[in-house]
């Protein structure tokens, strides 16, 4: 697993608990796993594939996946620039709606 961004969000709703200064804590990655039908953990062939966490400081969580499986390196590459370009334009503070309406999903 390869990080592509870590850091802190300031936020404006419950996140149980937030994390000091109410804020959450962003991950972003890229890893080569197997994944079956959207389960990372499951055996088969390996394919390549990033996601976006974003976590309160227990166990509420909410992640976006994305494919990069048949890109070619430059596509990866410019993949991951989008990425972080989300991660960027995240509105501040950051919520649960907000996240929801882009294609986050609870964890």
């Not at 990372?40 to 990033?50: G, I, L, R």
Request: hydrophobic letters at 35%.
């Amino acid at each position: 697993m390869t990080t592509i961004v870590e850091c802190r969000w300031p936020v404006n709703d419950d996140w149980r608990p937030n994390g000091i200064r109410n804020t959450v804590r962003v991950h972003a990655f890229h890893a080569m796993y197997p994944v079956v039908n959207g389960n990372p953990h499951a055996p088969k062939k390996n394919n390549f594939w990033a996601r976006i966490c974003i976590w309160g400081d227990d166990d509420l969580g909410m992640e976006k996946d994305f494919d990069f499986n048949g890109l070619t390196a430059e596509q990866k590459e410019s993949k991951i620039k989008e990425m972080v370009v989300e991660i960027n334009g995240f509105p501040n503070p950051l919520n649960q709606e907000w996240l929801r309406a882009h294609g986050y999903k609870y964890a």
